[in-house]
């Protein structure tokens, strides 16, 4: 691992990953390739441990003679794949992108890699990987009596993103099974925490409760999610680099089943208590029922008993200290979230997917 490509390493989980492999991996150099969408930005990285081992480049994914160039140049021996659109609504809202992105995106990717470390052999194979990051929302939804995701669990993805990021996993691993391109795959659940952009769950709730604003559930806030801290899921990619086998995939999860109701409820009162003299307190009374996410995925559930026994992984803060640690971030942020306030994209975002919900019927 010296010269490692991240894809998408401006956004919320890429950003935290580049920071958090400059500290683990004393020699790596990151070449940190990201297009910067409205959810990018290079604001997620400040504050890197060592700026001198990490190249920014603004481009897109799927601009191949860009890709290419980069790997020669850069002789780039493994590549931490996170550039996609990421946000179900929006792909509800707009299916297209997903497939130009995460689908084509991961293609030219692959394929570059395939051309130069295959076909070219610029690199010795054992040398090199190419580690995709995906989402539990490939196997669907769960009913409550379940068992929980396993990485054997058929594919069965719901949403316009699911399927996106269904399809470019299946062209990973069709990569690793016909030309031998060494991969992994990690299915992760939800992510929270620091620089996650507010369309999500809990920083759309925290600033939200902080505002005074709505806090908007979809239907009757009973979906379960398993949720993850950012820094945790990091870790657990971390690991399948160093230690995973090629060809392999590894769920990962936070061990927890909250109802999105539990987890806005949990919110509040944590706002309430950092917060005791606003007058938004008690934080609850915001909570305001709006219509459902069409195709809405009841429950995820992730076994990660393989990335515990194989690797040696396991997530090291539960749901309330994450909770808490995110709650801090945001508040001792402000200049952060006021640049994402102002960008006009945002609140075209916020109209276009709240306004027409009203009340839950
Ligand atoms: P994000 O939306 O915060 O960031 C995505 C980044 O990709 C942005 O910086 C964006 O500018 C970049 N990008 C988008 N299109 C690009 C292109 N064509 N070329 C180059 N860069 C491009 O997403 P995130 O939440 O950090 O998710 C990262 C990855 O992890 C995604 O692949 C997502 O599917 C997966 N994932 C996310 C979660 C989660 O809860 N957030 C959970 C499991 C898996
Ligand atoms: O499960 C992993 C996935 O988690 C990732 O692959 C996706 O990239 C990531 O966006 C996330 O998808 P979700 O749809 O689960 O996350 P989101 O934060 O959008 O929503 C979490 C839950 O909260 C979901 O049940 C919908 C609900 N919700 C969401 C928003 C934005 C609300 O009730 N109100 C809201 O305003």
């Not at 051309?115 to 769960?142: A, C, M, R, Y």
């Not at 899921?233 to 230690?243: D, G, M, N, Q």
């Amino acid at each position: 691992m010296k010269n490692v490509l991240v894809t998408g390493g401006a956004g919320f989980i890429g950003s935290n990953f580049v920071r958090y492999l400059l500290k683990a991996e004393a020699l790596a150099r990151v070449i940190n390739l990201d297009v910067l969408t409205y959810a990018g930005s290079l604001e997620n990285l400040n504050e890197l441990p060592d700026v001198s081992r990490h190249t920014f480049v603004q481009g897109d994914i799927g601009d191949r003679a860009l890709v290419e160039e980069l790997f020669r140049r850069y002789e780039i021996d493994t590549v931490v794949h996170f550039a996609a659109e990421s946000h179900v609504d929006r792909s509800i809202l707009g299916p297209q992108l997903f497939v130009q992105t995460n689908v084509m995106g991961t293609f030219t990717l692959l394929d570059v890699a395939r051309q130069v470390w295959l076909n070219e052999k610029s690199i010795p194979l054992e040398e090199v990987l190419f580690h995709h990051i995906s989402t539990d929302e490939v196997f669907g939804s769960l009913a409550s009596c379940d068992p929980a995701f396993s990485e054997s669990t058929p594919y069965a993805p719901n949403s316009p993103y699911a399927a996106s990021k269904a399809a470019s996993d299946h062209l990973v691993r069709a990569y690793g099974h016909t030309y031998h391109l060494p991969v992994t795959i990690t299915n992760c659940s939800n992510n929270y925490g620091p620089y996650q952009f507010p369309e999500k769950l809990i920083p759309l709730m925290i600033l939200n409760g902080i505002d005074g604003k709505p806090l908007p559930v979809y239907g009757d806030g009973l979906q379960i999610r398993d949720w993850l801290f950012v820094e945790d899921h990091c870790e657990a990619i971390h690991r399948v680099l160093r230690k995973g086998q090629t060809g392999e995939t590894y769920n990962i999860g936070g061990n927890n089943q909250p109802t999105n109701l539990e987890i806005i409820n949990t919110i509040c009162e944590i706002l309430d208590e950092k917060l005791p003299s606003s007058p938004q307190v008690p934080h609850k009374k915001l909570i305001n029922h709006v219509t459902d996410r069409p195709g809405h995925d009841r429950r995820y559930a992730m076994d990660i008993h393989k990335i515990q026994n194989e690797l040696g992984w396991q997530p090291s803060q539960d749901l309330e200290s994450g909770l808490r640690l995110t709650v801090d971030w945001y508040l001792a942020h402000p200049e952060w979230v006021e640049a994402i306030r102002k960008q006009q994209g945002y609140q075209t975002w916020l109209a276009q997917n709240y306004q027409k919900r009203g009340a839950a019927g």
